[in-house]
């Protein structure tokens, strides 16, 4: 299970969006729906990921964050000798609704878009 323990931390401090922002993008690619984000390419590459805030709002029970996830992809050829498909980067943009716990940091995220 995902937990954003820093950011539930940093809730409400003038430091939450950037702790947000530096836990989300340290993240591993597979806890994000990058590769199901994907609009212009085959596969998901979160070496460059970087983030942005669009939302943020609470309730008695979870914190709720929307994010805008900047992030590459590749089209993947039959990696044959003489494929000449190249592999190029394609940039990628999705957005995404983390849904914490405001007890526990458990964290659900789920693509918006």
Known sequence: ???LNLS???WDT????DVFIQEICALDADTLPLQQG???SSYAN???????????????KK?????GLF???IIAGCN???????????NEYCEVLFCVDRKTAETIVSLTS
Not at 80 to 90: G, H, K, L, R
């Open 14 to 17: 003038d430091t939450f969006r």
């Open 80 to 90: 044959c000798a003489d494929d000449p498909t190249p592999v190029d980067e394609n």
């Open 71 to 73: 992030y590459t992809g």
């Open 46 to 60: 979160s070496d460059n990921l970087s983030a942005t805030l669009l939302d943020m709002k609470i309730d008695d």
């Open 1 to 3: 299970m995902l937990k």
């Open 38 to 40: 994907l609009l212009h």
């Open 63 to 67: 914190l709720f964050v929307k994010a």
């Open 8 to 10: 539930l931390l940093a």
